[in-house]
């Protein structure tokens, strides 16, 4: 190999092997300009070329969503005329590097994901892994991506609704940072898509001017890190919310006018990607003149600009009759719009400069002729099975001290604060409960939102941990009385080179896809974030998921927190799995389990959907419910506290020792109601007599009072100030 090959296979990041493949769909020889284009086109993070062939696992559709067939995001028919879009999306690399500026444009990638369909952004939400705050930069990297979201969000007028922070010292060296957005179709609203199409139809660029930023950002987001991460600063994009909010409004001003013909964000690889996407989509060409892009540098070359990710900039093909309405909308929202070619029949992306063509080449080759990849795997076992759990020996007072110290068992709030949770007024539920409600404008029923993966849960176990990442945010919807609808993921694993990361990966997916079909909830949208790895450390494998579910109204939603005293804590748990993440030294071992007919997770929560309206029918009065947590009910009592109302676990559990009330316990919920006990439990018992549960009183709610048995208990006050001021 010459020395002038393996430095442009080091600079764009392709191999060999891609290289010869170049040259096969060529037939010649790579033009200088074609290096960057396959070079974005077949990074990891645009082509899924590692996970591709298993990502064809999932269930993509049901009754309720239509077949979108590569678009943006995932659309779920709500009935009666309503309809939302959603997805989730990683950016890692770029918040590690530069925190602020990764994490807001990552709210502001994911927003144009959504409206560049159509829809109207409602609602966001985030899933986050810090490592140790006391590991290097990693409060500044916390604070940052903090501010980050905050202000994206807070400015663009898109209220954060909800999340999931996690802390572990898997993280210390790659964070991560997943963002996910809803938007809402009104009835009759028009809904757009990105296939090219009309010969002689205009290829117009719309939003803020190209500049340098996010230059060769997706090959950079395919690729591990090293001790020059520094360097990769460039590499970062910078976001304007402002201009996020203008191009929102004049692209669904446009939409609904039907000035547009197709539409398609310009995101990681720029131009290049939402050009050859668009071409190969509509199966037609495009003529591009790069000298017509509006440039914040006028200095820069034609590969700068097929390769800037600068934020806020849309590609619109429209017909010429319609271009000076078009661009007077977007010139009365202060935004460019200007015409850089127009489509042709012929399949060829044509990119010109100025009068010279840089290069002519079919979209089909780089789009759907990018490598795929069988990376070796492994079929999945269980490390961590044991038939039996061991009695943990922890001291429960210095776990609970040992959790509030790690941030395992501290409020949030400091974080959710920074976020505006109202903005746009549709917020019912918010940050503060365990999922999110969406009052829905036409309507008025309740959208929820969770967010789901345990990491803890996923080192114990991968397959268990991806089916949790389901299971367990759509339990707690169910617990809220809405009904999952569909899911969005966001894969995030470290080298896929590695047999052990890939077997972690398939065994995740296939997972998800299984809870996915059985709770009729299909995985509607996603992403892939690989490479999530430092100087050979991997992060913790972890397959994020978002659901979205719904509820007939957003009125009298049972919270989580215990609201009065004297009320009986019942418990209903499913015998699945049991384990001691936080009791046994965080070893994690779990019992012996099937997946069978007789106990499953899926319709156990079926059954907890209804259990909303069932309270009701009965005229029953509930003050709490919640699913319990890792730390068991003990943990998750503490976490139904507030600074009034606390729990006496001692009487009804009847243990010599707390372990039992620390034992996590996969699936089960706690109910809190000033109703006759034994009434309460035959209503439990009728309700879920069809599903093999176990349903005991396990305590009482109290006035100023935590007590776990008569040997353990706390003083509320104090561990109230460090649960609410620890983080």
Known sequence: MSTDLAAKLKTYRLSEEEYNLMKQLLGREPKLVEWPLFSALWSEHCSYKSSKIHLRKFSYRNANTPDMDGENAGVVDLG??????FKMESHNHPSFIEPVQGAATGVGGILRDIFTMGARPIMNANYLCFGELNAPRMKYLMNGVVKGISSYGNCVGVPTVTGQT?????????????????????????MALSKAKGEKNLVVYVGAKTGRDGVHGASMASASFDDDSDSKKP??????PFYEKLLIEACLEVLEKDYVVAMQDMGAAGLTSSSFEMASKGQVGLVIDLKKVPLRDSTMTAEDILLSESQERMLLICEPKNFEKLQATFKKWSLDAAILGEVQKDRKVKLMWGGEVLTEIDPDLIVEHAPQYKRPYSKWHYPNRVTKLNAPTANYQKLIEKLQKEMKLNSQKWIHNQYDQRVGARTAMDCSSSVAFARLDHTGRGLGLGVGCRPEVMLMDAEVGAFDAIYYPSLQMALKGAKPLAATDCLNFGNPQRPEIMSEFVASVEAIAKASVELDAPVISGNVSFYNETLGENIISTPAVGVVGLRDSVEEIIPDQFTQAHDHIFMVKLPWVESNIYADNFTGKKTEFTLNDTIKVADFIKICTSLDKSIKLEGLKVSSIKAVGLGGIGLTCLKMCTDQIGFDLSYDLALDAPEAAFKDHFYSFLIATGENAEKFEKFLKQHFE???VEIKKVGETRLNEIKFTNQLSMDLTDFRKTYQTGL
């Open 80 to 85: 009666q005329g309503e309809r939302v879009a």
């Open 690 to 692: 069809k599903c093999p």
């Open 166 to 190: 996690n802390l572990h010292p898997r993280y210390n060296k790659n964070i991560l940072v997943n963002a996910l957005n809803v938007g809402y179709f009104a009835p009759e609203q028009k």
């Open 235 to 240: 590499n970062v994009q910078i976001g304007d």
